[in-house]
């Protein structure tokens, strides 16, 4: 899993926890389902814009290769040779040899070659174990191909996690190796920096679980470089990523030790045997992007309130404002509904408006929900919170935006489905 999903994973989570309670309907589904849909949209664009790509180890369609350390996946056999492209996403897994293949979402794509045509190279998994073991630094390695990857420095035990691949130019993923967002998951810090003739560099050091159930802690350095190559490692301080008792205050590797093995040299050879993606072209979308949301909804606060902390991605946008009585997260969801039954059912018993809009509301808790369908089928969804964020205490005593004024952002006639 991506650190960009397993953000979207913890943002799903704290929203649902947030809106547990609110009755057999299954009304939390309302304040999440913007940026579930979100997320499948955003990884069709990803499979689009990746196909073709191929490495031996990775083997299949977008060229990624994944070594982790047991965390789940079959194992299947990894062939030595790259097939041809379009055949979907695939990984890696130190826990077998083997690759597997995602075929979703491809029905709708067709397949892209690689920019060259060139095949791939062959590496095999013990390759790039090899590889990685050159670059920690002193300590005992085990694991294999055919089992979990542990990093042990006299000091307990580390499952570690490698994961490869390459980007084609215009693919959004070259711009998108920024921090998470404070506003919605826990970690200790993350630095986020360009890099001398493109590319970008991201530390992160965090926790596996986004419920604090166990102090899991899971660090990562993840290079984008101005090739398209993506070199991720992560470590927890813990012999397994989730279901192990920590066996450390940390993981062993500093943010120093990580970025000298994501910038490695010895990366080169097997970079250089993925085929660079072909380019991806700009195309106009149906989404509503992160800038307009706040744009709009910007316009239509009540007096006073300012957006700050601003945060999001395509359908889906977030913002704190504070009328002097203490901080108030917002957030704000956008997708369309007009072909979607399920929107249909769960507003059957809604408020039906003069122009035809449809209103329910939610107040549970801190959290309060103005989940609206306008005529066109256009779907705005928003919640403010007692709080700055998901995972902070609560700053106030109820949300700084009322419900009717909630009410005004989401049906305002500024919100039209694009067709």
Not at 199 to 213: A, I, M
Not at 314 to 332: H, R
Not at 393 to 417: I, N
């Amino acid at each position: 899993m991506s650190e960009q999903d397993r953000f979207e994973d913890d943002l799903l989570f704290a929203m649902t926890r947030t809106g547990e309670g609110f009755g057999g309907e299954g009304r939390q589904a309302l304040a999440v389902g913007g940026l579930a849909r979100g997320r499948r949209l955003r990884r069709r664009r990803s499979a689009t814009a990746a196909l073709g790509g191929a490495v031996a180890l990775a083997l299949v369609g977008t060229g990624a290769m994944y070594l982790t350390g047991g965390t789940g996946g079959s194992p299947a056999t990894a062939p030595q040779t790259a097939p041809a492209a379009g055949g979907g996403t695939a990984s890696v897994s130190a826990t077998g040899t083997g690759t597997g293949t995602d075929q979703s979402d491809q029905s709708d794509q067709g397949g892209q070659g690689g920019q060259d045509g060139a095949p791939a190279r062959a590496y095999s998994v013990p390759e790039a174990i090899a590889v990685l073991r050159t670059l920690l630094p002193a300590g005992k390695v085990t694991g294999d191909a055919a089992g979990p990857l542990l990093f042990d420095d006299g000091k307990g035990g580390s499952v570690l996690s490698l994961s490869l691949d390459r980007y084609g130019e215009g693919d959004a993923r070259r711009t998108e190796n920024g921090c998470p967002d404070r506003k919605a998951m826990r970690f200790d810090a993350c630095t986020s920096t360009a890099l001398p003739g493109g590319g970008s560099l991201t530390v992160f050091q965090g926790y596996e679980y986004p419920d604090n159930r166990a102090e899991t802690k899971r660090w990562f350095a993840r290079l984008v470089g101005q090739d398209g190559r993506m070199v991720q490692l992560t470590e927890w301080n813990a012999p397994a990523a989730k279901g192990a008792p920590v066996s450390r205050p940390a993981p062993p590797l500093t943010p120093e030790q990580l970025t000298a093995v994501v910038t490695g040299k010895s990366w080169d050879r097997i970079v250089a045997g993925i085929p660079l993606p072909a380019p991806v072209k700009p195309r106009d979308t149906e989404e509503y992007g992160k800038d307009e949301i706040l744009a709009i909804t910007a316009g239509l606060l009540p007096a006073g309130l300012k957006q700050t902390e601003t945060g999001g991605q395509p359908g889906f946008a977030d913002f704190v404002v504070d009328d002097g009585k203490g901080k108030s997260l917002v957030q704000v969801n956008v997708q369309d509904g007009s072909h979607d039954n399920a929107v249909e059912l769960l507003f059957g018993n809604a408020e039906r408006l003069p122009d035809g809009t449809r209103v329910t509301v939610l107040k549970q808790g801190g959290m309060w929900t103005v989940d609206t369908l306008h005529a066109d089928g256009l779907r705005v969804v928003i919640s403010a919170f007692n709080s700055a964020g998901l995972r902070t205490p609560v700053t106030r005593a109820t949300p700084a935006l009322t419900v009717e004024q909630l009410k005004a952002v989401a049906t305002a006639p500024q919100w039209k489905l694009k067709k």
